[in-house]
């Protein structure tokens, strides 16, 4: 059972950043690798806010999804959006890009030591019939389970939201009756940095980072948008929970070394068994 809820906890990080992916390859058809850098940016931000006067860590995350939802309404207008003109793998060159230059703008501004935000929860646990969990990880499970519920309320009950799976469902006949894609292009990207910040922030004070962390996120979270399903957010949500399982199962009982390799077997696996992902649909 213990594994079961260390399982649940590595689950919520990959969830947001997956969830974000997924949304941007649904809608525009762009592998947006930069959301790995905008994951790293979100722990930095988050650190660097929680010592600022006046803000404590639990401002540090809006202020980190602030920045981050910025930074990607900036590559969404400034870098994708011109390129994807020009076909799709530009957008894909231009993601691996971005995620380079901000890596190493942030290993010159931050330096390459590993830093830890210290939890405002302290050390506090909570142990029901031998199963801890921290208080932080009681925190984080219950915000990753908001900001999931807020954007399938919003995708399902909102103008907006109806609009971006319109676009993601039939982008001809979207445009046809007036919805304005280039703009839903750019709430798509901001939504997506906005997770990808609030994950980084929400992580950082358990696990410490350094300028690299976002490349194996994001290589992670790739790998769980394609077994659920691109496009899917059913599929990045379920996907992002059987591999936070299976990682944490697999350091348990088999060896930690393998544990990193898991998202990436069973996307291996499923693209045989299922091309289009566990809940994916087929093309037309």
């Not at 199963?131 to 499970?141: D, E, I, K, R």
């Not at 979207?174 to 929400?202: E, K, N, P, Y």
């Not at 980072?209 to 496009?231: C, E, N, R, T, Y």
Request: hydrophobic letters at 60%.
């Amino acid at each position: 059972m213990q594994f079961a809820v260390n399982g649940l906890f590595i689950s919520a990080a990959y969830a947001l950043v997956a969830l974000g992916l997924t949304l941007i390859f649904g809608v525009l058809h762009i592998a947006d690798f930069a959301q790995g850098a905008l994951y790293m940016l979100g722990a930095y931000v988050s650190f660097y806010a929680t010592h600022a006067p006046g803000l404590g860590y639990f401002a540090s995350v809006p202020v980190a999804m602030g920045l981050t939802a910025a930074l990607a309404t900036l590559n969404g207008a400034l870098v994708y959006r011109p390129l994807q003109r020009h076909g799709g793998a530009l957008t894909f060159i231009a993601a691996l890009g971005i995620l380079l230059i901000l890596q190493n703008l942030a290993l010159w501004l931050f330096g390459g030591d590993f830093r830890l935000i210290a939890s405002p929860f302290g050390d506090g646990k909570i142990t029901v019939w031998g199963v801890v969990l921290t208080h932080h990880q009681a925190f984080v499970l219950g915000v990753t389970a908001l900001l999931v519920a807020a954007v399938w309320f919003g995708l399902r009950h909102t103008k907006p939201g109806k609009a971006l799976r319109a676009m993601a469902q039939q982008p001809e006949a979207a445009r046809l009756v007036g919805i304005d894609s280039a703009r839903l292009g750019l709430v798509t990207f901001a939504l997506a940095g906005a997770l990808a910040g609030a994950a980084g922030g929400l992580i950082s004070p358990i696990r410490a980072f350094d300028p690299h962390i976002g490349a194996i996120v994001i290589l992670k979270s790739f790998a769980i948008v394609i077994f659920g399903g691109m496009g899917s957010v059913p599929g990045a949500i379920v996907g992002a929970l059987l591999v936070g399982m299976a990682e944490t199962f697999t350091a348990a009982y088999l060896a930690a070394e393998f544990a990193d390799l898991v998202a990436f077997a069973l996307m291996i696996v499923i693209l045989f068994a299922r091309p289009q992902g566990l809940l994916g649909r087929v093309p037309a």
